[in-house]
């Protein structure tokens, strides 16, 4: 099994790459996702952020509201990093039970938003950089994603600089330009990964 670690700043294109690569036949493991799950109602990692945070972090229905849980944590590191010691060692666990049922020839490319911020580079055999522009990334959460410009300009604040994320990348993958430009950059990588599982 060849893992591989995908990453990029919010809005640089990380789930396209990632969609791509599942469509040559990679087996995807989304940290997002997996970080969704473990603070569903009824679990452990729920009721560990309602006493961490308080229950206005809930909605009518019991569930975790992310856009108020967002607005307080992405404006204190402080508070985020007491998020982040919650949820992540649930994402971790789950990721790691995931990967060991893959076949033992597989591709697995691991989508981890943060894994420059957590410097979890050393837990991968290949790191794949997804890159864009500040500018780019602003543009695309303000008029694709409808997010204002300041918990843009906040989000993109609370990560690492692209500067950082480009220097643990084995893989960068340009996605500063048109949807036509990006494909066949991943073909190449996906070639590399593929060259990289075989040789193992």
Same mark, same amino acid.
């Given at each position: 099994?060849?893992?591989?670690g995908?990453?990029?700043?919010?809005?640089?294109g990380?789930?396209?790459?990632?969609?791509?690569?599942t469509?040559?036949?990679?087996?995807?493991?989304?940290?997002?996702?997996?970080?969704?799950?473990?603070?569903?109602?009824?679990?452990?990692?729920?009721?560990?952020?309602?006493?961490?945070?308080?229950?206005?972090?809930?909605?009518?229905?019991?569930?975790?509201?992310?856009?108020?849980?967002g607005?307080?944590v992405?404006?204190?590191?402080?508070?985020?990093?007491?998020?982040?010691?919650?949820?992540? &060692?649930? #994402? +971790?666990?789950?990721? %790691? *039970? =995931?990967a060991?049922s893959? @076949?033992?020839?597989?591709v697995?490319?691991h989508?981890?938003?943060?894994?420059?911020?957590?410097?979890?580079?050393?837990?991968?055999?290949?790191?794949?950089?997804v890159?864009?522009?500040?500018?780019?990334?602003?543009?695309?959460?303000?008029?694709?994603?409808?997010?204002?410009?300041?918990?843009?300009?906040?989000?993109m604040?609370?990560?690492?600089?692209?500067?950082?994320?480009?220097?643990?990348?084995?893989?960068?993958?340009?996605?500063?330009?048109?949807?036509?430009?990006?494909? &066949?950059? #991943? +073909?190449s990588?996906? %070639? *590399? =990964?593929?060259?990289?599982? @075989?040789a193992?």
């Open positions: 099994m060849l893992s591989v995908l990453t990029g700043g919010i809005g640089a990380k789930s396209a790459v990632s969609r791509l690569l469509s040559y036949g990679a087996v995807l493991i989304d940290a997002d996702k997996i970080a969704r799950e473990v603070v569903e109602p009824g679990t452990a990692g729920l009721a560990a952020v309602v006493e961490a945070f308080g229950p206005d972090v809930l909605t009518a229905d019991g569930a975790l509201d992310r856009p108020r849980l607005s307080v992405f404006a204190d590191p402080e508070r985020l990093a007491v998020l982040n010691a919650i949820v992540h &060692p649930l #994402v +971790r666990a789950r990721s %790691a *039970e =995931l060991r893959v @076949a033992p020839d597989a697995v490319v989508d981890v938003p943060l894994l420059t911020e957590n410097e979890l580079a050393p837990l991968y055999d290949v790191i794949i950089v890159d864009a522009s500040p500018e780019t990334q602003l543009q695309r959460l303000v008029e694709v994603r409808g997010m204002a410009e300041p918990e843009a300009r906040a989000r604040k609370a990560q690492a600089t692209r500067a950082q994320r480009r220097a643990i990348a084995d893989i960068v993958i340009d996605n500063d330009g048109p949807w036509e430009a990006l494909e &066949p950059q #991943v +073909r990588a996906w %070639a *590399e =990964l593929t060259s990289r599982a @075989a193992r």
